[in-house]
DNA sequence: GACGATAATGGCACCCGGTGCCAAATGGAA
DNA sequence: TTCCATTTGGCACCGGGTGCCATTATCGTC
C-alpha cells in the first residue's frame, strides 16, 4: 500500500497522483458534512479526483482513513518507553509513556478530537479501532514484559496491556464529552487510579 | 428480532421455522469446517433450511450468530452485582462477580472455547465484539457507579468497566493458550491483579 | 369449510465495501 | 522512439445487509 510520499529519488513509474493525507482531509471534509455511514468510498475517490478502486491502494478499508499516523506513532511510542528509567516502577512508565502518547498540539486538538469523535462514536470505526488498537497494546505488552523478564504473550503484560487501553479508552470519551478539560490530565489522573487498582473505591 | 421460542401462548399468525439456537449450531458445524470467512451467510440459511433474508431476521448479522445467550446473562450478572455485600470493596466485588460470570458447566467447555476462538481469532468478529462488549460494560459500570455515588458516563466508572473488561480478554487469551487451566483461576489471578494496580511490577 | 386477522417467509433488486484482473496512462532512461 | 517500471481506473464479481411485497401458514370465529 501507498505511504506517505517521503521525498523519494526519481524512480521509474508513473508518479502517484494523491495521498493517504490528502485522501483524508478530502474524507474528514465529507463525514463532517454527512457523516462516516452515509459518506461512500465512491464520494470521496469522486471528491479527491481518483477513481474508487485507487482508493484502496490507499487504505486498507474505508475504516482506515481516520487513522492517520497512528502506525508511525506508535513507533514513537516504543522509542518512549526504551527511554524510561530502569527502576522506574513499570506502571509508573506505562502511565507516563501513554499520556505523553496522547500528547497534540494546540492547533491539532480540533482535528484530534474530530478523530476521536469518528472512531468512538461511529459503530463500524469503534469496531474496527479494536483491530487497531492491537498494535498499540502490543507495544506496552513488550513494555511490560520485558520489564518482568516474561513473554509478551503472558498473562500479566497482556492484562497490563487491555486494561491500559481500556483506561485510555474510558480517558478519550470523558474528553469528548468535556470539551474544556486537558486530555493529558484526564488521562494521566485515569491511569492513576489503574496503577492504585481503583483503591479506596 | 425473533427470541428464543418460549413457551409463548397460542397466537395468531404463522409458526416459526427455526431459532436462534438452531442457526447457531448449523453454523458452528459449518465454522468447524471450513472457518467462519468462508462461510457465507447463503450456507448457513441452506444448511439450516431457510432463506438467507429470513437470517437476518434472528441476527442482527452474522457476527452476531457466534454470542449465544450473552445477551440474557447480562440479566444475570447485573443481579449477581445486586447481591453482592454493600460494605465489600468495589474491586473485590466485581472481580467476584465477573468471575461467576465466565463459569460455564463442564460439559458447555469444549463449546465454550469454540464460541471464545472465534470470537478473539476471527478479525471480523473480534472487531464485532467491541460493540457487543459495551453492553457488558455497561453492567460493570453501572454497579461502580451505584458505589462511587457518581454517573456511570463518569470517569473512574468507565475506567473501571473497561479496564475489568481488558483484563478479562487477556484471561480469556491465556486460556485458549493453555488448555489444561482453568478460565475461572486465570480470571481470578488476572483480576487479583488489576485490584492491586498490577503492583509489584 | 370459508373467511379474516396475524405473523413468518422468501425472492428479488439494490446498496455498499472490498477484490482480482487487465488494459491504459504516465514518467524516465537509453 | 522504444522500453521498462509504476500507477491508475474501469469492470465484473463476491458477500454482507436492507427494503419491499407477494405468498404461505396458523388460529379463531362463524
Known amino acids: 500500500m501507498p505511504e506517505k510520499p517521503a521525498e523519494l529519488p526519481v524512480r521509474p513509474g508513473r508518479r502517484r497522483s494523491t495521498s493517504q493525507h490528502e485522501l483524508e482531509r478530502v474524507a474528514f471534509e465529507l463525514f463532517e458534512r454527512d457523516g462516516f455511514d452515509a459518506t461512500t468510498v465512491d464520494d470521496i475517490a469522486r471528491a479527491a ?5 485507487t482508493f484502496f491502494r490507499y487504505f486498507d478499508s474505508k475504516n482506515d482513513v481516520v487513522w492517520g499516523a497512528f502506525t508511525d506513532q506508535l513507533g514513537r511510542m516504543r ?3 526504551a527511554r524510561r528509567p530502569a527502576d522506574e516502577p513499570l506502571m509508573a512508565a506505562v502511565r507516563a509513556v501513554v499520556v505523553e502518547f496522547n500528547r497534540v ?3 491539532e486538538v480540533p482535528r484530534h ?3 476521536l469523535e469518528l472512531i468512538l462514536r461511529v459503530p463500524a470505526l469503534q469496531a474496527h479501532s479494536t483491530l487497531r488498537y492491537g498494535d498499540w497494546r502490543a507495544v506496552v505488552a513488550e513494555f511490560a514484559a520485558a520489564r518482568l523478564g516474561v513473554e509478551p504473550a503472558s498473562l500479566v503484560p497482556q492484562s497490563i496491556a487491555y486494561a491500559a ?7 478519550y470519551e470523558h474528553w ?3 470539551p474544556g478539560v486537558e486530555l493529558c490530565d484526564v488521562l494521566d ?5 489503574l496503577a492504585r487498582g481503583f483503591g479506596d473505591v
Open 79 to 81: 522509542e518512549q518507553f
Open 189 to 193: 489522573t485515569a491511569m492513576a487510579e
Open 113 to 115: 478530537r474530530r478523530r
Open 165 to 171: 487501553l481500556g483506561v485510555a479508552l474510558a480517558a
Open 105 to 107: 498540539d494546540e492547533a
Open 176 to 178: 469528548l464529552a468535556h
Open 49 to 53: 479526483g481518483i477513481g474508487r478502486r
